[in-house]
């Protein structure tokens, strides 16, 4: 990263009308094709995963491949949650943001 505005998101994938009531095969295909695109800090989390960038086109285009993954996998549907936050007046990464809340945790 470097001093450009600092682009976070966050996309949930819900695969729905599979036999299984787990979803962690089509969230893991759906992670590994984030992970593809090159310059993006990806985060897993049990209910999302997060992305970061400098650059909105990237985050778009692994919230676009990730929503594709999910539907080739063979679901009837899929609803992706997405979060975008793009602070223009300073770069601020989402460890920074974290740090930042811990400091003022008592």
Do not use: F, W
């Not at 695109?37 to 086109?57: A, H």
């Amino acid at each position: 990263m470097n001093n450009l505005p600092i682009v976070d998101a966050e996309i949930s994938i819900e695969p729905i009308g599979t036999s299984d009531t787990s979803m962690g095969k089509e969230v893991a295909a759906a992670y590994n094709a984030i992970r593809s695109i090159q310059n993006l800090k990806v985060t897993l989390t049990p209910m999302s995963t997060q992305i970061e960038s400098d650059n909105l086109d990237d985050i778009l285009q692994a919230i676009r491949i990730a929503h594709n993954s999910a539907k080739s996998s063979g679901v009837k549907r899929v609803i992706s949650t997405i979060r975008i936050d793009e602070r223009l007046d300073k770069p601020n990464t989402m460890e920074e943001k974290v740090q930042s809340v811990k400091a003022k945790v008592s």
